[in-house]
């Protein structure tokens, strides 16, 4: 799953970088569509399927300020 987050991210670079040499050269519409379907796929595609590997296996609840955690804390700081 980490080789295909790697490859999306590389494509997506590369797609903005395409899109930047056709701004360049006098195709600014054409240029636009690319930076933004890469952008989209970055936003809709590449961070949702990051967040799941990264989040997999661990709770939510550790992350949390809860009473628990918080009396946790205050215990660390005490020693």
Do not use: C, H, Q
């Not at 987050?5 to 054409?30: E, H, P, Q, T, W």
């Not at 636009?32 to 967040?51: C, E, K, N, Q």
């Amino acid at each position: 799953m980490k080789l295909v987050i790697k490859i999306l991210a590389i494509s997506i670079l590369i797609a903005v970088g395409i899109g930047f040499y056709f701004r360049m050269n006098d195709d600014v519409i054409l240029g636009d569509r690319i930076i933004g379907i890469a952008v989209l796929a970055s936003a809709f595609i590449l961070m949702p399927i990051f967040l799941y590997v990264r989040w997999k296996g661990k709770k939510l609840s550790d992350y949390t300020l809860t009473k628990e955690n918080m009396d946790k804390m205050r215990g660390n700081r005490r020693e």
